[in-house]
């Protein structure tokens, strides 16, 4: 059932990925036109209503994009997590289906650090943590959010790398 579990995540997040790659090419197109119509309303002579017109709904259409390029970015964070999630339950899986390991302490230690060595993100290793020291899935949620809201404060118009 683990095994079921992982193929799952894992078809999820290859049809996921085609579409996002999908919007992100036409994206990359869209900037490039963009940009030239913007360079194009420059060359216009003199400071006429419609190349103002035109600026500005290039302006327009540069922030939705910026906007959008922000949510493909925690698209690229919730596809990292379903990774890490789908990795842990194969690993898991092969603990679990092995009698020989499933009762040895030293390999369930083991399988915590391999879970803990694949994160990338902070908030993964502190969620991590707090549910191995006792948290509630719920408390650990909590907390998540909570330093969430905290960072978005500072962090409101950054486009972020994972």
């Not at 964070?77 to 092969?94: D, I, N, P, T, W």
């Not at 899935?137 to 907390?143: D, K, R, T």
């Amino acid at each position: 059932m683990l095994h079921l579990a992982v193929a799952q995540i894992e078809m999820a997040m290859r049809e996921g990925d085609d579409s996002i790659n999908t919007l992100s090419s036409s994206f990359t197109t869209m900037i490039e036109k963009v940009n030239a119509i913007s360079a194009a309303s420059a060359m216009i002579d003199g400071e006429g209503e419609a190349r103002t017109m035109i600026q500005e709904n290039c302006a327009t259409v540069t922030s939705g994009m910026h906007t959008s390029i922000v949510a493909f970015q925690f698209y690229d964070k919730l596809s990292q997590r379903l990774q890490h999630v789908a990795e842990s339950l194969s690993a898991l899986s092969g603990l679990v289906s092995d009698n020989q390991r499933l009762f040895n302490p030293g390999e369930w230690m083991g399988l915590q650090d391999h879970i803990l060595s694949k994160y990338s993100m902070q908030e993964e290793v502190n969620m991590f943590n707090a549910l191995l020291s006792g948290a509630s899935i719920e408390e650990a949620l909590q907390l998540y959010q909570v330093k969430q809201s905290d960072e978005s404060g500072e962090h409101s118009n950054d486009i972020e790398l994972f």
